[in-house]
């Protein structure tokens, strides 16, 4: 089947509404662009479970702080409209930054803030990044107005703020959050994996063997979010082109510091750091024994 693009919001719109007019329900995964496997588990998920399945690529540029990546984002349209077309995707939504923000930026007012969830962890070196995120995910949930979102675990601060978002401002997408996909060494896929030369890439595998050595101290026993912590530093302090940004366990449900000494259940361990001039996150789940 053939991926019908479209650029205008309105057109968007339209399918999306007569979609629904026909009791067909419309699954949306939004991006960036630069596809790989981890976009791609979004969208085969989205082409399962809905009959309209759709995605969107626009790099916003208010989610890159001025000496940021932004003009330099990897971009390849003819690729990801192929990988799309691949996974059945039905509809991708391409729009030009001057439809989403006409009076192109100094003129334009409405902006999306998460109190709370958008200051911590990335939010503290990336000022304004999530109140990019919250208004663009807000107007393409409202462009789109899509019955499921999927995004992704690998960025999962946004995934909470999205969620919170929804629910605060009584939207009715539904927010599926899915598994990070990973490359066979662990890293997770990510589109600025690009930017990594080979002993770079090499080095970013700390940041899951880290991440792994604190999940197994934990499911070993291990109680303390300190020594939890702990186990992933002595792995991410071992690898020299490593400058660690942030090694946090956090709440899984609003990103506070877990200020126990003993851990119950589940908490949420997420890592930034830079390689070179590559910024890359990744996090996971830990779960303590019962
Ligand atoms: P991006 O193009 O980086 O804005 O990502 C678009 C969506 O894909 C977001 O919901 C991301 O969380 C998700 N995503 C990016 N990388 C991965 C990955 N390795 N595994 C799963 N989802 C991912």
Known sequence: MKLETITGIDRMRERSRAAHAQGIKVGFVPTMGYLHEGHLSLMRRARRECGLAVASIFVNPFQFGPEEDFARYPRDLDHDMMLLERCETDLLFHPAASQIYPQGGPGYSTWVGVEGL??????????????????????????VEPDVAYFGQKDAQQAIIIRTLVRDLNMTTRIEVCPTVREADG?????????????????????????????????????????????????????????????EIVSLDDLKPIATTQLSGKALLAVAGRIGVTRLIDNITVAVKD
């Open 118 to 143: 958008s200051d911590v962890l990335c939010g503290l070196s990336r000022p304004g990044h999530f109140r990019g995120v919250a208004t663009v995910v807000t107007k393409l949930l409202n462009i």
């Open 187 to 247: 890293l997770a896929m990510s589109s600025r994996n690009k930017y990594l030369s080979a002993p770079e890439r090499r080095a970013a595998t700390a940041l899951y063997r880290a991440l792994s050595a604190a999940g197994a101290a934990a499911a070993g026993g291990e109680r303390s979010p300190r020594e939890i912590v702990g186990k992933a530093r002595s792995v991410l302090e071992a690898e020299p082109l490593l400058k660690l940004e942030y090694l």
